[in-house]
């Protein structure tokens, strides 16, 4: 795909899952709303990407990608595997565990026993915290020749939107295993296929 394709892509991925997502039943309890509130926060950061690159403001998207992601990871391991204390303290402003023990935490979890999760974080964490923190490639990306100006790489424009949207499918699975509703699931990794179709970064 191209990178307007792409963006094209994304941008019906994202009303799809809006969509997808809208008049939902939720889980009110702290843990459910906790839960919820992270997973929700990790798909407006990839609404926030996706703006940011079609208006080509590409460093801010890059940025947002480390807090897409760990918004997704808190999310459900506040679900699946905090103890009730732990939630007490976040709700008192408390920061959680730092990311490696929540992926640890989450390897004991069925769906995520794999190890995948702790895998990509190990492989993209370095860039993303450079993104996000003005890193040498955020200041090598508006550097030409002659002058200061943004000079972001298509194909690594074209892996950020996959990425982040990659993150989102993961992001509503999560939303629907916290619903109880497979079928929220099964909906969201179908339509995210068709719209990609493969392409994947």
């Not at 899952?17 to 950061?45: K, W």
């Not at 947002?64 to 976040?90: N, V």
């Not at 990659?166 to 509503?172: G, K, M």
């Amino acid at each position: 795909m191209t990178l307007e394709q792409t963006i094209e892509a994304a941008r019906q991925w994202l009303n799809f899952c809006n969509e997808l997502l809208d008049n939902q039943d939720s889980d009110s309890s702290n843990r459910g709303r906790i839960t919820a509130g992270l997973l929700h926060l990790s798909m407006e950061h990839h609404s926030s990407i996706f703006l940011l690159t079609e208006k080509k403001h590409y460093g801010s998207a890059f940025a947002l990608l480390r807090p897409q992601f760990e918004s997704f990871i808190r999310g459900i391991w506040f679900h699946l595997c905090s103890s009730d204390e732990q939630l007490d303290e976040f709700i008192k402003d408390e920061e959680p565990p730092k990311i490696n023990s929540l992926l640890k935490d989450l390897e004991s979890v069925q769906g995520y026993e794999n190890g995948t999760l702790k895998t990509t974080k190990d492989e993209v964490w370095s860039a993303l915290c450079g993104y996000t923190h003005g890193g040498y490639f955020q200041v090598a990306y508006r550097n030409t020749e002659t002058e200061i100006a943004s000079d972001y790489d298509e194909e690594h424009l074209k892996g950020l939107l996959i990425m982040a949207s990659n993150i989102t499918l993961s992001t509503v699975v999560a939303f629907a295993r916290l619903i109880n509703k497979d079928s929220v699931a099964i909906d969201a990794a179908s339509n995210h296929k068709e719209i990609f179709n493969g392409h994947m970064a």
